[in-house]
């Protein structure tokens, strides 16, 4: 393959990356300009909602759109199955999983 062929089908096959994909800008960043208080912006966690675990969340779903008997029992039966499920996964299944993710990405 020569030159004009390899430029040839960059140019009829554009670079196509994951969604998850993300390249930092270094062209144009001076390391001497950067404050703690840029990193830190940079670098700082989210701040969790008032559903900060997958639990609370799924209770707070259940409130929202059932009678509080009826949302009660459907959180606990959710739960339930959840923990039935991730009990009875084996490190395979957990790898298995991850792979399918990570592909899907």
């Known amino acids: 393959m020569d030159e004009a062929e390899f430029q040839r089908l960059l140019a009829a ?19 001497q300009s950067v404050t703690s208080e840029d990193a830190t912006a940079i670098t700082a966690l989210p701040v969790l909602s008032e559903y900060s675990t997958f639990e609370k969340a799924l209770e707070g779903y259940f409130k ?24 009875s996964l084996n490190i395979e299944d957990i790898n298995h999983m991850c792979d399918q993710l990570i592909r899907d990405t």
């Open 13 to 31: 096959f554009p670079i196509v990356r994951r969604r998850n994909y993300c390249r930092v800008q270094w062209k144009n960043t001076k390391p």
């Open 64 to 87: 929202t759109y059932f009678r509080a008997q009826e949302a009660k029992e459907a959180y606990r039966c959710t739960k339930q199955a959840i923990d039935d499920f991730v009990s």
